[in-house]
């Protein structure tokens, strides 16, 4: 059984920073894209990082210059660095998992951890 579980969310203020994982029981954990989305209130669920096998890394506009996704596959584990945070960027995260390339649309990912939230007081 597949699960991906995630961990680090909290309440910090802004321009603080959080780091979350993500633990993954794939079995082949260096053969997935992983990614990371967020989902606010009342929007959609958007893309924010995601990182190939071989550690080729893609961020969304929004995550440029202020996140940094990473991956240790020998723990199965992709993490999200997130400083410094803004007020805009409270939200529910959840990693996920797709085999293949780089996407950014939510839809086509195959595994979907339960998600972990960051609040940003402003």
């Known amino acids: 059984q597949v699960q991906l579980v995630e961990s680090g969310g909290g309440l910090v203020q802004a321009g603080g920073s959080l780091r979350l994982s993500c633990a993954a029981s794939?079995?082949?954990?260096?053969?997935?894209?992983m990614g990371w989305f967020r989902q606010a209130p009342g929007k959609e669920r958007e893309f924010v990082a995601g990182?190939?096998?071989?550690?080729?890394?893609y961020y969304a506009d929004s995550a440029k210059g202020r996140f940094t996704i990473s991956r240790d596959n020998a723990k199965n584990t992709v993490y999200l660095q997130m400083n410094p945070l803004k007020p805009e960027d409270t939200a529910v995260y959840s990693c996920?998992?797709?085999?293949?390339?780089?996407?950014?649309?939510?839809?086509?990912?195959?595994?979907w951890g339960q998600g972990t939230q960051v609040t940003v007081s402003s």
């Open positions: 996920a998992a797709r085999s293949g390339y780089y996407r950014p649309k939510w839809d086509e990912y195959a595994y």
């Open positions: 794939l079995r082949s954990f260096s053969n997935y894209f």
């Open positions: 990182i190939s096998w071989s550690g080729g890394t």
